[in-house]
C-alpha cells in the first residue's frame, strides 16, 4: 500500500472521529444542559417558595411582638 494511500485513510479516519466527537457534543449541548437547566429551575421555585414562607413568618412574628 502506498503511503498516499496510508495517508488518506487515516484522513478519513480522524474525520469519522471528529463528526463523531461533534454529535456527542450536540447531544450534550441540547439534551442533558436543557435538563439541568430545568433542574435548577425548579430548585431556584422551590428556594423561592421556602423565602415567601419564611418572610412570612417573620411578618407574624414582628407583628405579636410589636
Known sequence: MSRHTENKEELLKVHGEIDL?????????????????????RILYILGAVGLAVLGELFILLNKVL
Do not use: P
Open 21 to 41: 466527537i461533534k454529535q456527542k457534543l450536540d447531544t450534550l449541548e441540547n439534551n442533558h444542559l436543557a435538563h439541568i437547566k430545568q433542574d435548577i429551575d
